[in-house]
């Protein structure tokens, strides 16, 4: 029997930041992870963001620092790559220790602290971020860049923390921690998103253990963002963890039974990949027209 969540308000009294504190569950970079990073964000590379999906907001900023295993790296003669451009090792510390590629744990990027470009906006842009909102714990950043020999590439990422650097090249500057979720990362050469808003009631279950009503509020390619209900807490999942949606568009002939994976997961939603569709009883992957009937339901729900 499936466990129903979301059955009732946080408790009284939990700390905001003590309910975020297991919002981003870290993936393991994989060495395609890594080159891509490398290859479209290197090191001392002039970048732009859009912080929380504003993308009408566009600022400038620099990739300071690569941060593995806790160790910053703030130069490219730090990465060894092979012949394709594939990271093999990474030397931290002073003592220039070498790390395997494939071993690493946790990779991060660093960027200078930016929140005072928000007074070079005009009134309607600084309005949308809210003053010194955009590098809140678990905001998400979307980082762009014209590295590469393939176009514009967009990363989005979610920030871990801002701090003072305390020591290094960068000693004394304020700087935020930037975790990258890999799976968003995309070269176009087109500078517009794909991203739509919209807000479609869906039953989310999660593991095949728990069950409970939630909310699609945008929607990409092939992604799907999914809030909870507000004053609720959105459980426990890893990145890869299996979901299934339930999205009833009306008639029995619109009912969508969808399987998706988790991308990354935050206290109030989650980021989820669609991966199969249930149909003549059993999950097949969505066709061309599967995915554009899905998207035409979600885009006009209600009308």
Same mark, same amino acid.
């Given at each position: ?6 059955? %009732? *308000? ?21 060495? =395609? ?5 490398? @290859? #479209?964000?290197? &090191?001392?590379?002039?970048?732009? #963001?859009?912080? @929380?999906?504003?993308? =009408? ?8 620092? #690569?941060?593995?295993?806790?160790? +910053?790296? #703030? ?29 690493? %744990? ?25 003053? %010194? ?6 905001? *998400? ?16 990422? @979610? ?22 979720? +890999?799976?968003?990362?995309? $070269? ?23 069950? %409970?009503?939630?909310?699609? $509020?945008?929607?990409?390619? $092939?992604?799907?963002? &999914? ?7 959105? /459980? ?15 008639? =029995? @002939?619109?009912?969508?039974? &969808? ?9 109030? !939603?989650?980021?989820?990949? &669609?991966? !199969? ?6 999950? $097949? /992957? ?14 006009? +729900?209600?009308?």
């Amino acid at each position: 029997m499936l466990k129903a969540f979301f059955g %009732g *308000v946080r408790p009284t009294g939990e700390p905001e930041e003590a309910a975020k504190s297991s919002a981003t569950l870290m993936k393991k970079p994989t060495l =395609e992870d890594l080159r891509q990073i490398v @290859e #479209y964000f290197p &090191i001392g590379k002039k970048i732009r #963001y859009s912080p @929380e999906y504003k993308k =009408e907001v566009i600022l400038d900023s620099l990739l300071v620092a #690569y941060c593995v295993d806790g160790e +910053f790296i #703030y130069s490219w003669d730090a990465i060894e790559v092979d012949e394709r451009g594939y990271p093999v090792a990474f030397l931290l510390g002073p003592q220039a220790q070498r790390l395997d590629a494939a071993r690493i %744990g946790e990779f991060q990027l660093l960027v200078p602290d930016t929140s005072d470009l928000e007074n070079t906006l005009d009134y309607h842009r600084r309005a949308m971020i809210g003053r %010194g909102r955009q590098f809140h714990k678990g905001n *998400v950043i979307a980082l762009i860049s014209n590295a590469g020999a393939r176009g514009i590439s967009t990363l989005e990422t @979610e920030v871990d923390k801002k701090f003072v650097l305390k020591d290094g090249p960068y000693a004394q500057s304020a700087m935020v921690l930037l975790t990258p979720q +890999f799976e968003t990362l995309t $070269v176009t050469d087109q500078r517009n998103s794909n991203r739509a808003k919209i807000n479609v009631p869906v039953t989310m279950t999660i593991q095949d253990r728990l069950r %409970g009503p939630c909310v699609i $509020v945008d929607i990409s390619d $092939v992604a799907l963002r &999914i809030r909870v209900r507000e004053g609720h807490t959105m /459980p426990p999942m890893d990145s890869g963890d299996d979901v299934t949606l339930d999205i009833d568009f009306g008639d =029995e @002939e619109r009912i969508f039974r &969808i399987k998706a994976a988790v991308i990354r997961r935050s206290a109030e !939603s989650c980021v989820v990949r &669609i991966v !199969s569709q249930f149909k003549d009883r059993r999950f $097949v /992957p969505l066709g061309p027209l599967d995915m554009l009937e899905l998207k035409a339901g979600l885009l006009n +729900f209600g009308k």
